[in-house]
């Protein structure tokens, strides 16, 4: 995400800041617990997230 496109809707602000993270997702199928890897977009202004992304999406797949 480019950071200098966006314009936060809570706030109007236009200063952003990305950060990382994981968590785990159970997929309902099955009792299959993955790790996944994010990528948030954030508000400097009023700390309102504007996106929350997964990163490699591809490869977090279930198999069945």
């Known amino acids: ?3 200098k496109m966006k314009k936060c809707l809570a706030c109007g602000g236009t200063a952003f ?5 994981h968590f785990r997702l159970t997929f309902s199928e099955k ?3 993955k790790g996944l890897e994010t990528n948030y977009t954030v508000c400097t ?11 490699h999406p591809g490869k977090n797949r279930h198999k069945k």
């Open 17 to 21: 800041a990305q950060s990382g993270s």
């Open 45 to 55: 202004t009023c700390g309102e997230v504007l996106s929350i992304k997964i990163l």
């Open 1 to 3: 995400m480019n950071l």
């Open 31 to 33: 009792s299959f617990t």
